[in-house]
């Protein structure tokens, strides 16, 4: 059964260094996005992509954060000075269309020391 | 903020069906009904969604109201690895999820 693919699944960074989380979407898919789950806390939306652009973000993907599809097979999250606050787990999702189910990744565990 | 609200918690018994409601009373004609599950820490696992008719899938079933204002999910016969994070999402077109703090399921042997 097709998946999506995250790496790495546990990453230790120290505070205001960069890191990126990288994702392999469903083949077929053609809709990506971010989410995070703080430990104990729900899980929050960040960023949607689709067509090469972002089509929506919330408040939390801030300029500190961005996203990209570099060779048409991978999706990455960068976060450029990564705070204490941004330790969290990180989920990747796809879906083929609009207005289906979305397909998660089993998430990066972001630990910023 | 989701548009959903669920009982924090329930239980049930091995082998007995789970019904999990979750109410949706401001709910527009153009969004569904989705659910999700979350073991542990594991990324959300799609259940099931549905529009307005009841449906239903090889994992669960999903009635929905007529008045679509609430709907409940049904896991027919529930084991011990059906203990999760339940959530009850309603989205439209733009599909962002917008995940409340669920319903955490125990199921008992």
């Known amino acids: 059964e097709p998946e999506v693919t995250q790496t790495p699944s546990h990453q230790v960074t120290q505070m205001g260094q960069e890191v990126i989380l990288r994702c392999v979407p469903i083949s077929n898919h053609l809709y990506f996005y971010w989410y995070r789950q703080i430990l104990g806390q729900k899980v929050e939306f960040l960023v949607s992509?689709?067509?090469?652009?972002?089509?929506?973000k919330s408040e939390i993907f801030d300029d500190q954060f961005s996203v990209e599809r570099p060779d048409g097979s991978n999706f990455t999250l960068k976060i450029r000075s990564t705070k204490l606050e941004d330790s969290a787990m990180y989920f990747c999702?796809?879906?083929?269309?609009?207005?289906?189910?979305?397909?998660f990744g089993q998430g990066t565990r972001l630990t910023v020391v | 903020d989701a548009k959903t609200t669920q009982p924090t918690s329930m239980d049930c018994a091995e082998g007995r069906a789970a019904n999990l409601p979750c109410n949706h009373s401001t709910i527009s004609g153009n969004e569904y009904v989705y659910w999700y599950r979350q073991i542990h820490s594991q990324g959300p696992q799609y259940i099931i969604h549905?529009?307005?008719n009841n449906e239903t899938n090889e994992m669960a079933s999903l009635i929905i109201t007529e008045d679509r204002k609430s709907s409940t999910l049904i896991l027919p016969h529930a084991t011990l690895r059906d203990t999760a994070v339940y959530y009850c999402i309603v989205t439209d077109y733009g599909q962002n999820f917008v995940f409340g703090p669920g319903t955490r399921l125990s199921v008992l042997p």
């Open positions: 992509f689709y067509n090469n652009e972002i089509s929506e």
């Open positions: 999702a796809s879906t083929p269309r609009a207005n289906t189910e979305a397909f």
């Open positions: 549905g529009l307005k």
